[in-house]
């Protein structure tokens, strides 16, 4: 097992932009599979389940490379995000893996609903979506516990840097999660390219006396690379702890408000009654988390990030409940009949009219 994850490894740092690459092309045609086949959105999420789930597992084996060479340097600093994130993982063994589990529920949930609706009743189904609900907020919690802070969305880092920067895989051994071999002894050599390399470069407009910038241009470039408050903060500090119960109330809302719309939804489709019963609650939930939670400083930069982020997810509201039903569909049918005979248009109309009945029959294409 341990020589078959070895070549695995090799192999990945050997491909890496490739493989990242592949990725996003198999992701980008995951999005015109659905209508083109029968069970062609089970294909599709399928094929997007694996990829996210892959990905994230050749993320943790790049970050293990990149901790194994310490002459790695990336051309970009590291998101706020990423470093967060990731020095919580590397703090604590309870981070790692709830926020690791997370993720993957995250990313298979849609897939699950699909089985279950194919193979149970549809109160089995509902069961099913309660379930994973309670298993993300217990997740959620725990990690709110652990970390004292609000929680960011996702909750692992990101994948932010260069494929073609990572260290040479020929100076590792076959395994890329061991120590990196020693640098040669022998001098470097002038590349042949720059040998006869008699022409000088073109200077930077910057410093060329004769450019027609403007006399602010060299503070402008200079203030996009000037450090700020969150540049010179420890990892774990760019986000405040928690600090009283006004906090604490407004967080708690927010993790509980998925499971909250969850239950009440199910209990709506078992009396067949179409009401907004379910979709008011949790809209009134929103407004009171957003309401209560406290408003960070300019310099807390990641914090307000995440505030924005939670203020732009409400737009899928958009696609749910009455509001969907009763606004959203109708505008968009409208729009597929009204851009069927138009070339270009036309396809785009296709594409969203092949969504349309997913919206309707999953409820993990709109989840909170």
Known sequence: MGLSRAQYESFLINNVETISSLESTLRSISWFLPGRFKDAELASEALTT?????????????????????????????????????????KTDIYKWASRTLEVIKYTELMIEMGLRRRFSEKARWRGIILLEVVKAVLRILLLRTTKRPLVTPTVPERDFDPTT????????????????????????????????HVPLTPHPLLDPSSSRSENAAEEYLAAKALTTSSVKPSLSLIRTLSGPRDWIAELIYTFRPLVYVTLLAREKRSKQLNSKALVVVLIMELIARNLRRSPPPSATLEREEYAKRDKDMLWYLLRGS?????????????????????????????????????DQYYYYTAL
């Open 166 to 197: 990572l260290p040479s895989p020929s100076s590792a051994d076959s395994s890329p999660t061991l120590a990196p071999s020693s640098i040669p002894h022998s001098p470097l050599g002038t590349p042949d390219h720059l040998k006869n390399n």
């Open 50 to 90: 694996l990829l996210n789930v892959m990905s994230m597992y050749h993320d943790t084996l790049l970050e293990q490379v990149v901790k194994k060479n310490p002459s790695y340097k990336p051309l970009i600093p590291l998101s706020l995000h990423t470093r967060f994130t990731r020095a919580w993982i590397d």
């Open 323 to 359: 509001i969907w039903e009763t606004w959203t569909r109708p505008k968009l049918e409208g729009f597929v009949s009204g851009t069927v005979h138009k070339p270009l248009i036309g396809l785009f109309g296709s594409l969203v009219g092949d969504w349309i009945p997913l919206i």
